[in-house]
């Protein structure tokens, strides 16, 4: 099986979490992986290459494409995987405006130019892999989360979108939708679920684990397993798909 083997992988969020478990499985794999983040020091710690960027910006975008391109060769696997959470946000009729306009320009604006910077190239060689990491959340929304639910509801109609224009040219587009995962970002809103309740973070965490029949979270390494798959020469019959990865919940 090819599976990723020689293929250029740009992985954003891969600092930490389910992005770098991703590009820990692509490159074992024999994929080129470049990884992107706005921390430095997580990004070094990864032993991949890597772009320092700003994703929610255009130019951070086309930095991190042009530095791939510059030090691997043209993008042909695309991972969408950066985003905020929401750990910040409150009720709708408390939520400040800003933090809808920065969670779209990071979770939703980003995605979109890089998929644009990426899609004609892949059209014109034919073959192209694009992953997006959405969340249950997308389909199921969390309490004060409307810019979180929004973001991540509206990268599945982006995927779509994307799995409908590069369809015809080999290039296919899917989702992951996780459950609750324990990484930096879901740490943080475990904690700030428990000071708003007067608990504490673990409490919270057997909350969660509770919404799940095996009686735990997923990891990241089985998140990055599915998006591998999808990243794969073996996918090519499956896109346009949200797929969760909740261990049957639908949270």
């Known amino acids: 099986m090819a599976g ?37 020091q997580e990004l070094r710690n990864t032993g991949h290459r890597y772009s320092v960027a700003d994703l929610g910006t255009a130019e951070g975008c086309a930095q991190a494409v042009a530095d791939a391109e510059q030090h691997l060769g043209p993008v042909e696997i695309l991972v969408c995987n950066h985003g905020l959470g929401s750990a910040h946000e409150q009720v709708i009729w408390k939520q400040p405006p800003d933090v809808w306009y920065e969670t779209m320009r990071i979770n939703l604006d980003g995605p979109f130019h890089l998929s644009r910077l990426v899609l004609e190239g892949m059209t014109q060689r034919r073959y192209g892999r694009i992953v ?37 040219f080999g290039v296919t587009s899917n989702a992951v939708l996780p459950g609750w995962v324990r990484t ?59 797929i969760r990865v909740a261990l049957g919940s639908v949270w």
């Open 4 to 40: 990723v083997k020689g293929r250029v992988a740009l992985i954003t969020g891969g600092g930490r979490g389910i992005g770098r478990a991703t590009a820990d499985l692509l490159a074992s794999r024999g994929a080129h992986v470049m990884c992107v983040a706005r921390s430095q």
């Open 132 to 168: 997006f990491t959405s969340s249950t959340a997308g389909l199921v929304a969390e309490r004060a989360g409307s810019a979180y639910n929004s973001s991540k509801a509206g990268l599945l109609g982006l995927m779509r979108s994307v799995a409908q224009d590069g369809g015809s």
């Open 184 to 242: 930096e970002m879901s740490e943080r809103s475990a904690r700030n679920e428990a000071k708003h309740r007067g608990i504490t973070a673990e409490q919270v965490w057997e909350e969660r684990v509770a919404l799940y029949p095996p009686g735990r979270v997923a990891t990241p390494q089985e998140v990055g397993e599915m998006i591998a798959f999808l990243a794969s020469e073996e996918s090519s019959g499956v896109s346009g798909e949200a």
